[in-house]
């Protein structure tokens, strides 16, 4: 199998994180029963992220904020602004447009701008993998800003069965076609559209999403993998969903790869933030110096209605090095 043309790079990333609360606290307020508080501390939940009454173009514009600040965009320079969100509740009903405002908020003034959804808290990569698409056939295009954000729609949805723990938060991106970093090596995906209900869908289907899980993940991650033509030992994490960490930890040694190996270091910390939380752990590794500059990383992301979704990121280098002023 021949690995894909790499359009882009990801030249910059940031992302807004609302204030930090204990989840034993929230179990405390909510009455949550003292064995599923112990299970969520097991699966290594301790903390998430709320949002209080920020809306979500208030998250949104807070990580896009952050991205103009530290890396000095030119709003000049942005062709096309993507908003990618998991829930239908992050997007305010037409004809009003979370995008174009975003457009507006920023200057963007000759920048196009559109949604993105569908696959719940796998649509950021799925969305990377479109953008490799547009990339290639839209040879005007030379760089695009890529937004997430989410807030959970009602407390009683924060903890969904001691699996995961729902915060709220936003994401940035700042993708280029002449930057030689963080290149895209591969995609890939898969959609069991049996668990399009989510949430809503019956417990038996559930269950079995769960007990299929790792198989899904393991399959992605190896063929991502021998899509980029380069062996799991030559990646140096593998930047996870932010979910159960017993679940990754079973995932490595599956792939014959170290418990380390899998990056879920900060899953006590943030919780699972919808879209956001491979960009949030890529942010955190590269701050705990824990990766050395051209290294190759893998991502895999999944959604609660059967969507799941994999990249191959190569040539990795920390978005604060090398960094040039007003692109």
Same mark, same amino acid.
């Given at each position: 199998m =021949?690995a ?7 030249e910059?990333? $940031? ?5 930090r609360? =204990?989840?034993?606290?929230w179990?405390?307020?909510?009455t ?5 508080? @112990?299970i969520?501390?097991?699966?290594g939940?301790?903390?998430f ?5 920020a ?10 904020g952050? #991205?103009?600040? =530290?890396h000095q965009?030119?709003?000049? =320079?942005?062709?096309?602004?993507i ?6 509740t $992050?997007?305010?009903?037409a004809?009003?447009?979370?995008p174009a405002?975003l457009a507006?908020s920023f !200057?963007?003034g000759?920048?196009s701008?559109f949604?993105m959804?569908? @696959?719940?808290?796998?649509? #950021?990569?799925?969305a990377?993998?479109?953008m490799? $698409? ?9 760089r695009?800003l890529l937004v997430?954000a ?5 407390e009683r949805y924060?903890?969904?069965g001691?699996?995961?723990f729902?915060?709220?938060g936003?994401?940035a991106?700042?993708l280029s076609?002449?930057?030689p970093f963080?290149r895209?090596?591969?995609?890939? !995906?898969?959609v069991d559209g049996?668990h399009h209900?989510?949430f809503?869908?019956?417990?038996a ?7 299929l ?8 991650i190896s063929r991502?993998a021998?899509?980029?033509?380069l062996p799991?030992?030559d990646?140096?994490h ?6 159960d ?5 079973r995932l ?15 899953i006590?910390?943030?919780g ?5 939380d491979?960009v949030i752990n890529?942010l955190?590794?590269w701050?705990r ?13 999944s ?5 799941f979704a994999t ?6 280098q ?10």
């Open positions: =021949s894909p043309r790499t359009a882009f790079g990801i910059a990333a $940031s992302h807004y994180l609302p204030p609360v =204990s989840v034993e606290d179990a405390r307020t909510h949550v029963p003292d064995e599923t508080l @112990q969520l501390h097991d699966n939940m301790r903390y992220h709320h949002a209080g009454e809306t979500v173009e208030q998250l949104a514009s807070r990580a896009l952050a #991205l103009f600040e =530290s965009i030119d709003p000049a =320079s942005i062709d096309l602004l908003y990618v969100h998991s829930l239908p $992050s997007t305010p009903a004809p009003s447009s979370l405002r507006a !200057g963007l000759r920048a701008s949604a959804t569908g @696959q719940n808290c796998a649509s #950021l990569l799925a990377l993998r479109v490799r $698409s547009l990339f290639l056939a839209e040879p005007q295009v030379n695009v997430s989410d807030r959970v729609c009602g924060r903890e969904v001691t699996f995961s729902e915060s709220d936003a994401c991106l700042l076609r002449h930057h963080n895209p090596l591969a995609f890939e !995906g898969h049996r209900g989510g809503r869908r019956p417990q289907r559930i269950h079995e999403y769960r007990a899980y790792g198989l899904v993940a393991h399959r992605l991502t021998q899509a980029s033509r799991l030992e990646f140096r593998l930047l996870p969903v932010n979910l960490r017993h679940v990754f930890e490595a040694g599956s792939l014959h790869m170290p418990v380390d190996w899998v990056f879920t270091a900060n006590g910390e943030h699972h933030v919808m879209c956001c491979v890529l955190d590794l701050n110096h824990t990766l050395d500059a051209r290294e190759n990383l893998l991502f895999f992301m959604g609660n209605n059967g969507s990249m191959a990121l190569g040539n990795c920390s978005f604060q090095a090398g960094r040039s002023p007003k692109g």
